[in-house]
């Protein structure tokens, strides 16, 4: 089984400053994880992924998220936040590597909201 | 850059009707997948489809969900006879053949029962 938890329901960061959306998952496989972003009225768009090569992952639009197997944490960071980025952001997971399973399981989501 | 299409953008059908969802999936992905979002909840995994084949369902996906792909652009959901409940927003995605390839989404269909 497999599951995820964003620990933030709302993040609320100034323009310029840095964010961090912090998700933690549990697996009973070698995951796989990714990082979606879903801004208003759209799809889920693909921000980065990790599927077992380096451990630091730069995704689009300045993102980048670390995975620490010891913490079980894949934690989203931006050295500085810009208004366009405002947005629900999902933590995803999947065990497909291991398993040939296609499923992913989101987290609950993170609203990311930046002040001018 | 390719990506997935959703139609309608939003669906209004009286309860107990059938109703169809369709997706033109990216046109070299071989993976195609519904997960839905009821108002407030996560995003749930319902189906994926396979070389002609369902290869993976949810307990969600019970007999009154159906997925099709009719033609060599298509893919559809049809809920064969709607509850209250089904209501949600529904997202199609597609995906290459590695087990390491990311799922790429549509815009969603949101569904409204009435």
């Known amino acids: 089984a497999q599951s995820v938890t964003q620990l933030d329901s709302h993040v609320s960061v100034s323009e310029g400053t840095p964010v961090l959306l912090r998700c933690n998952y549990s697996?009973?496989?070698?995951?796989?994880l990714f990082w979606y972003v879903q801004h208003p009225n759209k799809g889920l768009q693909l921000l980065l992924k990790?599927?077992?090569?380096?451990?630091l992952v730069k995704g689009i639009n300045g993102f980048e998220a670390e995975f620490k197997k010891s913490e079980t944490s894949f934690h989203l960071t931006k050295p500085s936040a810009h208004m366009s980025d405002a947005a629900e952001y999902f933590c995803?997971?999947?065990?497909?590597?291991?398993?040939?399973?296609?499923?992913?399981?989101f987290g609950s989501g993170t609203r990311l909201q930046v002040q001018p | 850059e390719p990506e997935v299409t959703q139609t309608p953008s939003h669906q209004v059908t009286q309860m107990g009707q059938e109703v169809i969802l369709r997706c033109v999936p990216i046109?070299?992905?071989?993976?195609f997948y519904w997960y839905r979002q009821i108002l407030g909840q996560k995003v749930e995994f319902l189906v994926s489809?396979?070389?002609?084949?369902?290869?993976?369902k949810s307990e969600i996906f019970d007999d009154q969900f159906s997925v099709e792909r009719p033609d060599g652009s298509n893919f559809t959901l049809k809920i064969r006879s709607t509850k209250l409940e089904d209501s949600a927003m529904y997202f199609c995605?597609?995906?290459?053949?590695?087990?390491?390839?990311?799922?790429?989404f549509g815009d969603g269909t949101r569904l409204s029962i009435l």
């Open positions: 995605a597609s995906s290459d053949v590695g087990s390491n390839q990311p799922q790429h």
């Open positions: 697996s009973s496989y070698s995951p796989s």
């Open positions: 990790y599927t077992s090569a380096a451990t």
């Open positions: 995803v997971v999947s065990d497909g590597r291991d398993t040939g399973r296609r499923a992913l399981t």
């Open positions: 046109s070299n992905h071989l993976y």
């Open positions: 489809f396979y070389n002609n084949e369902i290869s993976e």
